[in-house]
Every structure is written in C-alpha cells, then in structure tokens.
T-cell receptor, first 112, second 112 residues
Framework: GEDVEQSLFLSVREGDSSVINCTYTDSSSTYLYWYKQEPGAGLQLLTYIFSNMDMKQDQRLTVLLNKKDKHLSLRIADTQTGDSAIYFCAERLSSNDYKLSFGAGTTVTVRA | DGGITQSPKYLFRKEGQNVTLSCEQNLNHDAMYWYRQDPGQGLRLIYYSQIVNDFQKGDIAEGYSVSREKKESFPLTVTSAQKNPTAFYLC???????????FGQGTRLTVV
C-alpha cells in the first residue's frame, strides 16, 4: 500500500542545518520527491531521487535514501529565513503510475 | 511562458451550490491531477487523468466530478454532495518523460 509519514514541525536557527525526515511503506517506490510550499501558494519541486540512488546533492540540499529502512531525508545546509515553509515528501510507485502519494508535510520555522 | 494556471484564486460558494474550479496547462503534459489540502494535513488525491477523455478516482472522489475533453484543461466541479468542501485545491500536471509534477498556485474554496 501507499503510506508516507513525516514529522509535522521543525524549528531551526538561522545558519544551522535542517534535517527533515520521511518514511514510506511501499518498497516498490521508484521515485521520491521533496516539494516546498510557501504560505498560500502551490508546491514547488525542490529535488528528487531515483530509488536506485543513495544520495543526491544539489547546492544546499542533500537527499539521503535508505531503502532498507524505507527512510528518506532532506538536509538543508546554512538554513535561511526564506527556507521557512512546509516541506512535503512524496513517492511514485512505478514509472507507469503517474500518481504521487504525499506525506502530511513538515512545517519548518527558521528563527533568528 | 509555460506553466499551469488555476482560477480563481479565491472562491466563495453558498451551501447547496455546485462550483467549478479551472485548471489549464500549456506544458503539453499528458497527466493532470486534483489534490485537496486541509490545514495540518497532506495532499489527498481527488481525481487524476493520464490521457484525454479518461480519468480515474483518487482517494477522496466522493462529491467531486471532473472532465478531460482537452489535453490542456482539467476542470474540477465541487458538487453539493461534498459534505465539507472548504479547502485549498491544487491542480498539477506531469508527463511520463519527466519525473516531477508541476503545481498551480491553488484555489481556496470557502463555503458561506
């Protein structure tokens, strides 16, 4: 089945690293995504990782995938006030299945 | 510019009325989706369409209807049968050749 879980809140000091965690239950997931949502707006894709990868880095973002534990994380280095948002983890089960399943979202608050 | 456009941004409906939310994309994407977002909850899939003239129910289709007569357009009707329609509605599109879904800016529907 499809079930994606995330912690709901994260508070981080400006300049520190943020780590947002996500677990999923379906081992057949092929793609895993991180989206960012600012207040009153749609979702913006931040990054994604294929299930045959362990890590992906893109500027301040690092995605780690532990397939054995079905655990995905997003690390944001040097967190800025503009990083305050809701972050969603999502999975797609197969390349033929266009559906995405989303977690509940983690609200990240960056404090000065 | 290519993108996905939702209208209106805000919509007010009286109880017992049907309303239609517009979603248009010029990205030449095959698949389109409607999600509902409630405060503190993740995105729940209402309907999706992988090809013109075809669509499938998502996890919470009751009280909603869609059509996909054109590739560019995927309107969502919230009917009077939907018991709790007040929510933020997000439309998205994707293609099999890319991995990510692109989102519109959302429509906030309020029942008055």
């Amino acid at each position: 089945g499809e079930d994606v879980e995330q912690s709901l809140f994260l508070s981080v000091r400006e300049g520190d690293s943020s780590v947002i965690n996500c677990t999923y239950t379906d081992s057949s997931s092929t793609y895993l995504y991180w989206y960012k949502q600012e207040p009153g707006a749609g979702l913006q894709l931040l990054t994604y990782i294929f299930s045959n990868m362990d890590m992906k880095q893109d500027q301040r973002l690092t995605v780690l995938l532990n397939k054995k534990d079905k655990h995905l994380s997003l690390r944001i280095a040097d967190t800025q006030t503009g990083d305050s948002a809701i972050y969603f983890c999502a999975e797609r089960l197969s390349s033929n299945d266009y559906k995405l399943s989303f977690g509940a979202g983690t609200t990240v608050t960056v404090r000065a | 510019d290519g993108g996905i456009t939702q209208s209106p941004k805000y919509l007010f409906r009286k109880e017992g009325q049907n309303v239609t939310l517009s979603c248009e994309q010029n990205l030449n994407h095959d698949a389109m989706y409607w999600y509902r977002q409630d405060p503190g909850q993740g995105l729940r899939l209402i309907y999706y369409s992988q090809i013109v003239n075809d669509f499938q129910k998502g996890d919470i289709a009751e009280g909603y209807s869609v059509s996909r007569e054109k590739k560019e357009s995927f309107p969502l009707t919230v009917t009077s049968a939907q018991k709790n329609p007040t929510a933020f509605y997000l439309c998205a599109s994707s293609t099999g050749g890319r991995t990510e879904a692109f989102f519109g800016q959302g429509t906030r529907l309020t029942v008055v």
